[in-house]
């Protein structure tokens, strides 16, 4: 965890407030386009949000955050209590949605799945590659940075208020895509799945807020070995084995709990993970808030 101090906290659209996070102790951890970070909340809950600051801004770090009427607390706590002066921990960056090397970029986002694809679109123009964003959202007023993404990026940039305008027509953008393309979409499940259906899967990167609807095998039983201190662990079907590890004394610092984070990963020296989370594991990592095992037995390095 590093140490940080909210500098800024701010309104950047209807529910929706930007925070700037100056390291206490020297230069924060470096972090590339895409990755998010940990808040660990001073009510216990721990939060990622996507890092939508300048990469060569060492001294600060900028997320945003949307206020959720769903809310288990989180957003909740952000907009209400939060204020400047007040000391946060932010884990270190991860990075599951890299921008990958390409000849043009089509960026593509709903929301306040602007945060992500901010400093790729800069990254990326700064690269000197072609780039175009489509940032759709209700309503200006509800979509955060568009001021300074029109101000930085003109004509790169189409903004669609989807009430007035409807939603951005992606078969027509996926037929003009130019060849090697590569198009990152960060928005409403609704909006990913549409834009599934026309990108070439093989060129389509996706960030979700949730897991995607699947369906699993029915969980069975299995047992998990703790390497460092010999502990077996019976993991029944009903719980995960996040919650069978946290309960036998082994906790491992979780987030969303839903496999779309990252923060639970576990490194697996032995026996074979089934791996039921959005991310895409690592070999020898899994994410126990969600993952179970296809062998009987699996063995941790915890
Ligand atoms: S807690 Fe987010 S992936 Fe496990």
Redesign the pocket.
């Known amino acids: 965890m590093q140490q940080t101090l909210i500098d800024h906290i701010g309104q950047v659209a209807e529910d929706v407030v930007s925070l700037v996070l100056r390291g206490t102790g020297g230069p924060l951890a470096p972090w590339e386009p895409g990755a998010h970070v940990d808040l660990a909340l001073p009510n216990w809950l ?1 939060r ?1 949000y996507s890092l939508c600051g300048d990469p060569a801004d060492r001294e600060s770090y900028r997320v945003a955050v949307r206020y959720d009427p769903l809310s288990r607390g989180g957003s909740e706590y952000v907009h209400r209590f939060l204020r400047q002066g007040r000391t946060l921990d932010v884990s270190l960056p991860r990075n599951h949605f890299p921008l990958l090397p390409a000849p043009e970029y089509l960026f593509l986002a709903g929301g306040i799945g602007i945060t992500p694809l901010l400093p790729m679109l800069r990254a990326a123009t700064g690269a000197g590659v072609p780039s175009t964003l489509v940032y759709a959202g209700q309503s200006l007023a509800t979509m955060p940075f568009v001021d300074e993404l029109r101000s930085s990026h003109g004509e790169r940039v189409r903004i669609v208020a989807t009430r007035q305008q409807g939603r951005p027509d992606l078969a027509a953008l996926a037929s003009a895509l130019a060849p090697g393309a590569r198009v990152y979409c960060c928005g409403p499940a609704s909006m990913l799945a549409a834009a599934e259906e026309v990108f070439p899967a093989d060129r389509f990167h996706a960030e979700r807020f949730h897991p995607k609807g699947r369906v699993f095998a029915p969980n069975a039983p299995f047992e998990a070995v703790c390497a460092r201190s010999g502990q077996t662990v019976q993991v029944t079907p009903d719980e995960s084995l ?1 919650d069978a590890l946290s309960h036998a004394g082994h906790p ?14 576990v490194t697996v020296l032995d026996g074979e993970p089934e791996h039921r ?1 959005d ?1 895409g594991a690592p070999t020898g990592r899994m ?5 179970r095992a296809l062998s009987p037995r699996l063995v941790v390095d915890l």
């Not at 491992?252 to 990963?265: D, L, N, P, Q, Y």
């Not at 994410?287 to 993952?291: R, T």
């Open positions: 721990t990622q996040l491992v610092a979780s987030g969303c709990r839903e496999g779309v984070c990252g923060s639970c990963e989370d991310i994410y126990p808030c969600v993952s």
